[in-house]
Structures are given as structure tokens and as C-alpha cells.
Nanobody, 118 residues
């Protein structure tokens, strides 16, 4: 069982930065991939970024490449999403998620709101 708790959301002006964090309950994430998704009002949930816990290979949505950086700290069981140069269209609820390498995104946090004002 995996429990994920996000924090770090808030209100920021366009061009600003926020760092989201996700603390995970599982002792080890060997053979897991963790990631961030977001859902804006009236839209479907979309992929933002993911990282393989062991090895650190990353993936980003085109819309955030060059602006967002995903990272993790194995000792702290924490995942981060550094978001720079934020745009109003980044406004959404951001969710932390986890999947085994041979499974689906089955574990989700409760979400944290990010609002970017123009």
C-alpha cells in the first residue's frame, strides 16, 4: 500500500515559481515510477512529469518542458516538482501519483491547488 501526501500549492503571479512536494509512506520505491498530474476546471487530468525512483530517468509533458523540474530524495521518501515561469494555464489541482514499472498509476494523493494569476 502506498500513501501520498502533497503540499506546496498556492497562489502565485504569472512568471513566479512554486515547489510542490509529495511525501510517500512506502519504505522503498524500487521498481516504481512516481509522477505529477494536473487537472484544470472542466478538463481531464493530464500528465505533467514522472521520474523512475531508481535511476532517476525523467519524462515531461511538452507544455512544461524547460520550466518544471521533477526530483526525488530517496532518504526522505519525498518527490518534488519545481515549477518556474508559471503561466495562468498552469492553474490546476496537482496530484502526486505512483505506479509499479509493470502496472498503472494506481496510487494517488489528494491533490494540491496551484493558481497562477495574470
Amino acid at each position: 500500500q502506498v500513501q501520498l501526501v502533497e503540499s506546496g500549492g498556492g497562489l502565485v503571479q504569472a512568471g513566479g515559481s512554486l515547489r510542490l512536494s509529495c511525501t510517500a509512506s512506502r519504505r522503498t520505491f524500487t521498481n516504481y515510477r512516481l509522477g505529477w498530474f494536473r487537472q484544470a476546471p472542466g478538463k481531464e487530468r493530464e500528465f505533467v512529469s514522472s521520474i523512475r525512483w531508481i535511476g532517476g530517468s525523467t519524462s515531461y509533458a511538452d507544455s512544461v518542458k524547460g520550466r518544471f523540474t521533477i526530483s526525488r530524495d530517496d532518504a526522505k521518501n519525498t518527490l518534488w516538482l519545481q515549477m518556474n515561469s508559471l503561466k495562468p494555464e498552469d492553474t490546476a489541482v496537482y496530484y502526486c501519483a505512483a505506479k509499479s514499472l509493470d502496472g498503472g498509476w494506481n496510487y494517488w494523493g489528494q491533490g494540491t491547488q496551484v493558481t497562477v494569476s495574470s
